[in-house]
């Protein structure tokens, strides 16, 4: 087994994106090959053609199915996180700072149980601000949807991209 094929193993394998320094610990290797293995790793699929790429998703970097195919995928994908929770989710990653009033008035009632949900997931964080609750998303947030961000701005850009539209400025 070469180097290649040791640093693909750990990635396909982990379930989530890895730090160089887990590469390097996983593996016994420095730190400039574990990066020159990746880069060539990441060479290795995009010649092949396949629907699968090695992304760096912030400093970290994980085997994952290319955005193009997502579509398809999802017909036989079973989602962690109902669709409906997910459209919250990014309603909060594009208004982010959001007030949970605000989320309240664009999707009603059901905002309160999302909330829970996806602070149970870790996925946004919530403060006190005033009579409501102020919504950005967390740390993990980028990683569990696989977006190469790591500022909120960032992600509210990738999110406006994803669907289509320009990102507004907003004070939540």
Not at 106 to 129: D, N, R
Request: no cysteine; net charge positive; aromatic share 6%.
């Amino acid at each position: 087994m070469d180097n290649v094929e040791k640093i693909e193993a750990l990635l396909f394998s982990a379930g989530k994106p890895l730090s160089i320094k887990e590469l390097e610990e996983a593996t016994s290797m420095d730190k400039k090959t574990v990066r020159k293995e990746i880069k060539k790793l990441a060479r290795q699929y995009k010649k092949r053609k396949t629907a699968i790429e090695v992304a760096k998703i912030g400093p970290n970097y994980v085997i994952q199915l290319k955005e193009e195919y997502i579509n398809i995928a999802s017909a036989v994908m079973k989602p962690n996180i109902p669709k409906d929770i997910l459209k919250t989710a990014a309603l909060i990653a594009y208004y982010q700072p959001i007030k949970q009033s605000k989320l309240q008035n664009m999707i009603g009632s059901k905002a309160y149980a999302h909330i829970k949900e996806l602070k149970t997931q870790g996925l946004i964080i919530t403060k006190p601000k005033k009579r409501t609750l102020e919504i950005t998303t967390s740390s993990k947030f980028p990683e569990y949807f696989g977006i190469d961000a790591q500022t909120k701005d960032e992600i509210k850009k990738v999110m406006a991209e994803r669907i289509g539209i320009a990102p507004e400025k907003n004070e939540g």
